[in-house]
């Protein structure tokens, strides 16, 4: 059990400091629903191996009271297991699966598309004895094309991810976190697609008027601004050029999933009806 209400997390940064790693930053945000207090040992892509004892090269990794834990999700699984006596990040098997499903659809539909708009910042941000192996590991995921050409031409291509998101501004419309009134590991998960994003974006994916800003904010400010880092860029502050397609669905401008019915008049109908 965590000695002193303390667990140790290995980081994974920036030459400014910031988390880099979205399962990072999840674990995060999971250490501080639970409450607990987090000793966090810096460092960058290389040097892991000597930072763990030899007992990971990938990281999130955590340290409770001697017993060393992998990967976020099973970070996650071990911390509810452990301690259901705090506010649990989980509620049951389904919300997992539900999770997983928005997770990876958030990776295909957000990260994908931004990684290669951002790899070359990647580079450049990270620790300078990360260059090497940032630019030899990318490079080598992106089928051997050079960094500053992959994100060549970013202008063309970030205008089109911000309409792919509005299934996930739907999910918001009504409630104010994904896990209802309280966010939690769906949360914490879908804010780490950002705060990657944020970390590295040194010209803004979002227009300023986009709806997930309600949103983001709330979940950056969370646990005492878990998400402010000085590290981090806005988000917020895309601009459109003519031609470029419509960042988010606006009332009354598109197909939107529809309002609960509540009784007349919460649910009119587009065109009368044909009879």
């Not at 955590?62 to 970070?75: H, P, Q, R, T, Y």
């Not at 006596?85 to 999770?99: A, H, I, T, V, W």
């Not at 800003?213 to 000085?230: A, E, I, M, S």
């Not at 669905?249 to 197909?255: A, T």
Request: proline fraction near 9%; aromatic fraction near 10%.
């Amino acid at each position: 059990m965590a000695k002193n209400n303390m667990i140790t997390l290995y980081d994974l940064q920036l030459s400014s400091g910031c988390t880099i790693s979205p399962f990072v930053w999840r674990t995060k945000y999971a250490l501080a629903h639970k409450g607990f207090d987090v000793d966090i040992v810096p460092g960058g892509f290389t040097g892991i191996m000597e930072r763990t004892g030899g007992r990971t090269e990938r990281l999130p990794a955590i340290l409770d009271d001697g017993k060393l834990v992998l990967d976020s999700m099973l970070i996650a699984e071990y911390l509810d297991e452990t301690y259901p006596d705090r506010p649990m990040l989980f509620e049951g098997p389904s919300m997992k699966m539900l999770m997983k499903f928005l997770d990876t659809w958030l990776w295909r539909t957000a990260i994908g598309p931004w990684f290669t708009c951002y790899i070359q910042d990647y580079h450049d941000l990270s620790l300078p004895q990360d260059h090497a192996y940032v630019r030899e590991t990318r490079e080598r995921m992106l089928g051997g094309r050079k960094l500053e050409d992959v994100q060549a031409g970013r202008e063309d291509r970030l205008p089109l991810v911000p309409p792919t998101l509005e299934p996930f501004r739907q999910l918001l419309r009504e409630n104010p976190w994904l896990g209802g009134e309280t966010p939690n590991f769906a949360d914490y998960s879908a804010l780490a697609v950002f705060l990657w994003t944020a970390s590295v974006a040194t010209t803004p994916p979002l227009t300023d008027d986009d709806p997930l800003r309600d949103w983001l904010d709330r979940g950056f400010d969370l646990y005492g601004g878990l998400g402010r880092h000085p590290g981090m860029h806005s988000l917020f502050g895309l601009q459109l050029r003519e031609g470029d397609p419509e960042p988010f669905v606006k009332q009354g401008s598109g197909l939107a999933v529809a309002p609960t019915n509540r009784g007349p008049g919460t649910t009119p109908m587009p065109t009368s009806r044909a009879g």
